[in-house]
């Protein structure tokens, strides 16, 4: 005698899901930025006049000494202090309670026109890293101008090495492997791990970008 099949939907699986592992990438707009900007965008094309241009993560562009504290004058320091706060408002001890940090910071500008960019890098020997816009060069009204900050997913390849048409079903799932990208805007302040690897798309515009770099040690 045949055995009856139950027509009946399998009984659905009870799950849940633990997103753990979470990197915090913070994106900050600045309150009143116009005459700040504007005060660091004199002191900053004025530097780039002066000076030659390191060589670093930058592909093209200027980039400043990393003594920004020293020759930026008190814009600058307003910048400073504001990512010291911010730093401190993200820090806590292994308890999660909020703690008073004295942070060390050092910080460079960066100019970057028509096709410039910066490769894929880390800040070594730094808490939190930061990047502060003075001028979006445009980007903020027109995404397709480029110069996005690119930030590299920490997890690796991910399921991209193996099933790159696949990703996982929860919030987030489907950047595993891949990128993600912060469109500038002057006055945002971006702080992240600076163990992050991250990198800057290259600008397409026709106008002039201006940030500050920036790092948090302790």
Known sequence: ???????EPPTEIQATVRNYFATPVVVSQLPDTAALNSQLREIILERERTSPSTEHSNLGGWQSTWDLAEWGGEPSRTVLDAAMRLGTRMTADR????????????????????????EFHTHPG?????????????IADDQSLGG????????????????PLLSFAMNGGQSVGA??????????????PAWLSHGVRPYTGASTRISIALNLSV
Not at 1 to 7: G, K, L, N, R, T
Not at 95 to 118: C, E, I, L, M
Request: cysteine-free; overall charge negative.
């Open 126 to 138: 730094s808490y939190w890293s930061a990047a502060y816009y003075v001028d979006d060069g445009g």
């Open 179 to 192: 990128s993600e990208l912060v469109h500038p805007k002057a006055g945002y302040m971006i702080m992240f």
């Open 95 to 118: 308890a999660g309670k909020p703690v008073k940090v004295d942070w060390k910071t050092n910080a460079w500008a960066n100019v970057n026109r028509t096709s410039n960019g910066n």
């Open 1 to 7: 005698m045949a055995e009856s099949v139950s027509s």
């Open 148 to 163: 996005e900050f690119e930030i590299q997913d920490p997890r690796g390849v991910g399921p991209a090495m193996y099933a």
